[in-house]
């Protein structure tokens, strides 16, 4: 009876319970976690902020475009005139010929063809050139059959020269001339020695008269001597 009346009256636990001791002991241990964990997460968050306000390294992004990456619109102003993506067809002429005067303190003009593989081919040519058109002057493109080539009767290149088309370059030097025939059926294999020059005004428009006269077939070489004219550059282009 005492020690049922002891056991079911005492409720104070004894000091060195198993039972009580580890309750006790793991609730502070378990806060002593959570503290710390809080406490490193305040640290994560404002570590790096510390860090940018001192000059340290900003996040990167995804979106960062690095300083030495060309974009689309540098790449673009680099080649106005598109003349590095034409395509595999083009080709730069391997004769070209400058006026070392004229480009003196220019950049070099460039220019590039392609020819249809046709019996009576067409020509296209792109090109770019740093000049600027005097007063009074036409840039006019020309073209000259070569005279060492022949077609594919046996016919060697007449070595006239005819004028083709005037021709205004954009602001960045750009000038093109698309799809012009070389002459006749058959014609294939005879080159063309393409002139630009500089020439009068008023002689730039006599030749649509020229070319529309009855039986005309383009200068020969003593009568385009006779008109005033300053050569630029001329390239050849073969049809072979």
Do not use: H
């Amino acid at each position: 009876m005492t020690d049922t009346d002891t056991g079911s009256t005492d409720d104070t636990a004894a000091p060195d319970s198993p039972g009580d001791g580890r309750e006790g002991r793991g609730g502070r241990t378990k806060i002593l976690i959570a503290l710390i964990g809080g406490l490193a997460g305040v640290a994560a968050t404002v570590i790096p902020v510390v860090l940018s306000q001192k000059g340290g390294d900003p996040p990167v992004s995804p979106s960062n475009t690095p300083s030495d990456v060309v974009t689309g619109s540098d790449a673009k102003d680099d080649d106005p005139c598109d003349l590095d993506r034409l395509g595999d067809s083009w080709n730069q002429p391997p004769a070209q010929r400058y006026n070392e005067t004229l480009f003196a303190s220019r950049l070099r003009p460039r220019v590039y063809s392609t020819v249809t593989p046709d019996s009576n081919p067409e020509v296209s040519v792109k090109g770019q050139l740093s000049l600027d058109v005097p007063a009074g002057q036409v840039l006019y493109l020309v073209r000259r059959p070569d005279p060492e080539t022949r077609d594919s009767f046996g016919n060697s290149g007449n070595n006239r020269y005819y004028p083709a088309t005037p021709l205004t370059p954009t602001s960045a030097g750009c000038w093109e001339d698309d799809n012009r025939p070389v002459g006749y059926p058959g014609v294939k294999g005879i080159g063309q020695i393409y002139m630009l020059v500089l020439v009068g005004r008023d002689q730039a428009a006599k030749f649509p008269a020229d070319r529309k006269a009855k039986d005309w077939d383009g200068f020969s070489p003593d009568q385009w001597r006779a008109i005033n004219s300053i050569d630029v550059m001329t390239f050849d282009v073969s049809t072979a």
